[in-house]
């Protein structure tokens, strides 16, 4: 049986690309430290609007510190 952290492990966390299509991987602390992200394929360099994004990120930075939480707590419950 799979747990929690496997779980949050297999999720792809990232966007397709709107030029070529292909899936940029990202991570929930990038979008929240970074200024953009790279197409891994094609290279398109995507800027974020750290200041139109920010309802967003907000939303993410309490994501990760609940994602942490969870996972100190798992590791204090073994």
Do not use: W
């Amino acid at each position: 049986m799979a747990n929690i952290e496997d779980n949050a492990r297999e999720q792809k966390v990232g966007l397709k690309c709107p030029q070529c299509g292909k899936f940029i991987h990202t991570s929930i602390y990038e979008l929240i430290t970074s200024r953009g992200l790279q197409c891994p394929s094609c290279h398109l360099q995507l800027t974020i609007d750290r200041t139109k994004s920010k309802p967003a990120i907000d939303a993410l930075r309490k994501v990760k510190q609940a994602q942490d939480n969870l996972e100190k707590k798992s590791h204090f419950n073994r």
